[in-house]
């Protein structure tokens, strides 16, 4: 063990021992919204009243009736917000995650609109970029689809491997993406990757990307890298049905009381509409008449979005300014730096990357500390990163002086870390 690395974990031992022996309970195992944030939005409780619950068109939002596919004000709405048109999205409750479940099964059970069942082949497989989103990948274990991680870059998944993949095994079936500010890394895909995707070509005649859009309007910089439509690419590519775009304001509005959103196009929407019809008579019209008043239009979104920003983006800055001043410049025996991290323009998160063999080691020794981070490996499909080095962190929930002091322990965490595994210990 190097010198510096050396007194450095003396003192993180220290502190350490004194965070577990003081009954710390810090939390920055998911990407919530802040009760802060959640009050920015209380307003909404009050834009619809007792004799005033009728749509634009005179619908009754109390009762059944209107369009499966939500009210026409709000698919206006947020096909602003997703840059698509009225005609293409549709409005749901409140969970896109169910939407894309739903989705799957369908796949899976009945076929899509340009082939039969998926459980009819002997295999199925998806394309997993990693770091990714572990509700994706618990998704698909869930269903038993075989999942095959793909690196993603600065700008989307590694391209080449991608289409590699899916030119030459026609198992592969889908492809999960969060496309901008992509969870956990903070990346945008690209225009080149967009176009990638919608015009590569695909073994499988109903190959489908599920472009969860989660972080459409999360910017945390007046400047975020742009997002090029992978519905209208795939279009002009002659590919229109391979995409399914999902959304929702989960964290926009109330994160467990909002609207999700699917945007597909015309022949996909009509084979949606074929098993919602099954499901439901309708979703909650009530809850979108409350958004479409608040928001009112997309300039009310972007407007009410950079509030958001106003109250977490320092949280993302303190995360960057402590681990620089704790761990900048700290290096392996062999020169490695003992931690990197992203720096992203939007989204809830934060990828931490420690020495291989190590990120194990600091979620054990944070939750001794009684500081509860998401479990290393999530990011990877089945928990299991062979590298064991990435770890999530998310900022949005504390309090600057919560955050302050559990990403003061998660520094001390890879000090300490990295100099048993350079130990041996």
Excluded at 286 to 298: I, K, Y
Excluded at 350 to 379: M, N, W
Aim: glycine share 8%; aromatic share 6%.
């Amino acid at each position: 063990m190097n010198g510096s690395l050396s007194s450095a974990a003396s003192a993180a031992k220290e502190r350490h021992e004194s965070a577990a022996a003081s009954g710390l309970q810090l939390d920055m195992s998911r990407g919530k919204p802040s009760p802060d944030q959640l009050s920015l939005v209380e307003g909404m409780l009050e834009s619809v009243s007792p004799g005033d619950v009728r749509s634009e068109h005179g619908t009754d939002c109390r009762n059944y009736g209107g369009d499966l596919f939500g009210l026409p004000e709000a698919r206006r709405l947020f096909a602003a917000m997703l840059d698509v048109s009225a005609d293409s999205v549709i409005v749901q409750d409140n969970s896109s995650l169910r939407l894309m479940f739903d989705t799957v099964a369908q796949c899976l059970l009945v076929g899509t609109s340009q082939a039969g069942p998926w459980r009819a082949l002997d295999k199925v497989k998806f394309l997993c970029p990693v770091p990714g989103y572990d509700r994706h990948f618990g998704l698909l274990e869930y269903f038993g689809v075989e999942m095959i991680p793909v690196d993603m870059t600065d700008v989307g998944p590694e391209m080449e491997t991608v289409e590699r993949l899916v030119r030459d095994d026609a198992s592969v079936r889908g492809i999960f993406c969060v496309p901008r500010h992509s969870n956990p890394t903070g990346a945008t895909y690209s225009a080149v990757t967009v176009q990638a995707l919608a015009s590569m070509s695909t073994a499988a005649p109903d190959f489908r990307i599920f472009w969860d859009n989660a972080y459409a309007v999360h910017h945390l910089t007046s400047s975020p890298p742009p997002l090029s439509s992978l519905l209208d690419s795939c279009e002009q590519a002659g590919n229109p049905d391979r995409v399914l775009m999902f959304g929702s304001t989960s964290k926009i509005s109330f994160a467990g009381s909002g609207v999700s959103l699917l945007a597909a196009s015309a022949s996909n929407l009509s084979w949606l509409r074929g098993h919602l019809s099954k499901q439901s008579i309708g979703p909650d019209k009530l809850n979108q008449l409350r958004h479409v008043r608040f928001f009112r239009d997309l300039a009310g979104i972007e407007s009410h979005m950079r509030r958001h920003a106003e109250i977490i983006g320092p949280k993302f800055e303190l995360v960057d300014r402590v681990l620089e001043e704790r761990l900048g410049g700290l290096v392996s025996s062999d020169g490695r730096p003992l931690a990197s991290w992203s720096l992203p323009h939007g989204g809830y998160f934060i990828s931490f990357d420690v020495l291989p063999e190590c990120a194990r080691r600091v979620y054990d020794l944070a939750s001794q500390a009684g500081l509860k981070l998401t479990p290393a490996g999530a990011t990877f499909p089945l928990g299991d990163d062979p590298r064991d080095q990435n770890l999530r962190l998310a900022p949005t929930m504390p309090s600057l002086d919560e955050l302050e002091r559990a990403t003061e322990l998660i520094a001390d965490c890879v000090v300490l870390a990295s100099a048993e595994l350079q130990s041996g210990a």
